[in-house]
């Protein structure tokens, strides 16, 4: 049994077994099944399980999981800051999770094109 502490979304308790279906990811993230649906079929986000063929589904790990838990908390406060995140900055969120990389999101307003955007902490991305 995994247990997953996610700061302001509480605890989810996921049981031991090999992997889990979109919906039952996006459950444990707080996310809309279109939301991650969309973003993996853009590319933007991925199961450690893929899809081989029509008829089979993805099956996302715990690990993957947490990574679309991190990344729903940033999509969360950029819309709570009236920000849009691209698929651009989430695919470059998942890329960073899953490297390892130490990062931090920064949310920012560029004052001089007017453009708001989420940025990892020294490259933008937007």
């Known amino acids: ?4 502490a996610f700061p302001g979304m509480g605890v989810v308790v996921l049981e031991e077994r090999l992997g889990f279906s979109t919906q039952e990811a ?3 993230c707080g996310l809309t099944y279109r ?3 969309n973003w993996t079929r853009c590319g933007a986000v991925w199961p450690s399980i ?3 063929g029509q008829g089979t589904r993805r ?3 715990t690990v993957d999981i947490e990574r679309l838990a991190r990344i729903a ?3 969360r406060d950029a819309e709570r800051a009236g920000l849009q995140v691209t698929y651009a900055a989430i695919t470059a969120m998942w890329d960073a999770i899953e490297a ?3 990062w931090t999101v920064c949310l920012s307003t560029d004052i001089s094109s ?3 955007s989420v940025s990892r902490q020294g490259a933008g991305v937007s």
């Open 114 to 116: 007017r453009r708001k």
């Open 59 to 61: 099956m996302w790990s």
């Open 100 to 102: 390892g990389d130490d």
């Open 50 to 52: 893929p899809a081989h």
């Open 35 to 37: 939301m991650v649906d």
């Open 73 to 75: 908390r940033v999509v």
């Open 1 to 4: 049994m995994h247990v997953l």
């Open 26 to 28: 996006a459950d444990a």
